[in-house]
């Protein structure tokens, strides 16, 4: 047996134990506490969290706009060819999604006026991961996405994958606020709003998609979708509990889904 079939088996036992996800959860959202260079307070770590990802990194690269809209127009390009080219594309799809959650990362970091550089360190080890596992489906190529979809059924996604794609920040009828978060929005810098689209291209080809990672990337933003809506409907926004509809649906079917099949 290979080196590459030893840690794919491993991989693949791992991510069908849920003492590995309660193991995770408690890793990256308990046990390693947020870096801030000016430093707080144990009663503040949550205000750190939410100030970090309020003025997270990534974030500059939509309000640069060109970035965000190469993200954006590389996607489009993306599904075009899974629909033409089927199969054959797939892995032009695993590398635009090892590419994002790369750049995802960043969204772990952040420079704030009351903290200083702030790391939200279980994040940051939770998206590296996502990103690791994508690379290592970048290598052995499970996935089969692209041509017929074998289960039309699932289409439903679609309007989801869609919202989480415009993510219009507000909502507000401004025409022009509106086609620029369509098309170079926060879509590809956050992890809550990429990979609902991420997912819901997995689930529209299951089975014929690596299912270890399509677990694994479902299982953080299961997580951040869960907090983000309770915390919005507690009187933050309700507007973006709206936007993290996508995130949450798609990410708990991604898990039923998978976890049908050991």
């Known amino acids: ?23 995770m ?9 947020p870096y801030a260079s000016k430093g707080y307070s144990f009663r503040e770590i949550p205000n750190v969290v939410w100030t970090a990802l309020g003025n997270a990194l990534t974030y500059r690269l939509a309000g640069m706009v ?16 899974l629909a033409v080219w089927g199969e054959k594309a797939s892995l032009v799809f695993d590398l635009y999604a090892l590419a994002e959650y790369l750049i995802i990362i960043g969204q772990g ?10 790391v939200l360190t279980g994040n940051v080890l939770l998206v590296s991961m996502v990103a690791a596992l994508w690379a290592w489906e970048c290598v052995v190529r499970r ?4 041509g017929r979809i074998p289960d039309k059924r699932r289409l439903w996604v679609l ?13 507000i009828p401004d025409p022009y606020l509106l086609l620029k978060w369509l098309l170079a929005g926060y879509y590809g810098v956050a992890y809550c709003l990429t990979t609902p689209v ?44 709206v936007l993290h509809v996508p995130l949450i649906v798609t990410c708990a079917y991604a898990i039923i889904l998978s ?4």
């Not at 060109?66 to 060819?81: G, N, R």
């Not at 479902?218 to 309770?230: K, Q």
């Not at 976890?259 to 050991?262: D, I, L, S, V």
């Open 66 to 81: 060109w970035p965000s809209l190469l993200l954006h127009v590389a996607l489009i390009l993306i599904v075009a060819a």
């Open 159 to 171: 309007p989801l994958a869609l919202l989480a794609f415009w993510s219009p920040v507000r909502p």
């Open 25 to 33: 959860y408690v890793l990256g959202f308990w046990a390693l506490p």
């Open 259 to 262: 976890a049908r099949e050991k």
């Open 198 to 241: 991420i997912l819901s291209i997995l689930i529209l080809y299951y089975p014929r998609v690596n299912k270890a990672v399509m677990r694994f990337t479902a299982f953080p933003g299961l997580v951040f979708a869960m907090y983000t809506i309770v915390s919005a409907l507690s009187g933050a926004s309700a507007w973006s509990a």
């Open 143 to 146: 996935n089969r996405v692209g």
């Open 1 to 23: 047996m290979s080196a590459l079939e030893k840690l794919s088996n491993i991989i693949d036992h791992l991510t069908s134990k849920w003492w590995f996800y309660a193991a």
């Open 109 to 118: 970091f952040a420079f704030t006026e009351e903290y200083g550089f702030v």
